[in-house]
């Protein structure tokens, strides 16, 4: 026979297996993620996935660990705290998605921004023309035309792919 008790165990349930879901999706994700494509991934309503989304933060922030979920501008994603983010660095100086010399041009991009394509193409050689080709299909940089040249600034997608909050604490050196 069903009765309210076996209706909490299955609601509890299905709880466990939502939150296990949206957790996998932000451990996958990396970056941030909008309601709409959080839905689009787990299936679920909004009005729960808004509650779970909270559960999952709080459950997060509750275990004190080294992983957190970030809210910014409606959007979500999971990081390492801050206080950890010296180990990540070391990590990632191994291997990397961008060779070393696309690293060199997406720094000097960063520093120097705003700043001619042609400018880094100067510094940097022909190969930029690539590298800078590949950080706007990331979507890293914004690129708008200036004469013969383009203009190129940071996009907000670089801020959040690489966790830092605006252009002033690219400059910050905290050793």
């Known amino acids: 026979m069903i009765n309210s008790e076996t209706i909490n165990e299955v609601d509890e349930a299905r709880e466990k ?12 994700s990396g970056r941030f993620l909008t ?4 839905i689009g991934l787990s299936d679920l309503n909004p009005i729960i996935l ?12 509750e275990n004190d660990g080294a992983l957190q979920i970030i809210e910014k501008n409606g959007m979500w994603k999971m990081d390492v705290r801050a206080e950890y983010s010296d180990i990540i660095n070391k990590l990632a100086t191994g291997n990397s998605e961008f ?3 696309e690293q060199e041009t997406l720094a000097i991009i960063a520093f120097k921004q705003p700043i001619k394509q042609s400018v880094i193409i100067k510094i940097r050689g022909n190969k930029a023309y690539d590298h800078v080709k ?3 299909d990331l979507g890293l940089l914004k690129k708008k035309k200036m ?10 997608e670089f ?7 605006n252009s002033q604490n690219l400059l910050k050196n905290d050793s």
């Open 50 to 61: 808004t509650d779970l989304v909270e559960t999952l933060k709080k459950q997060y922030e």
């Open 147 to 156: 004469g013969h040249t383009h203009e190129l600034n940071l996009s907000d």
């Open 134 to 136: 590949k950080f706007v």
């Open 17 to 28: 297996e939502d939150l296990r879901k949206l957790e996998a999706i932000f451990f996958v």
């Open 35 to 38: 309601m709409q494509e959080l």
């Open 99 to 101: 060779s070393k010399a």
């Open 159 to 165: 801020y959040d792919y690489f966790s830092v909050e």
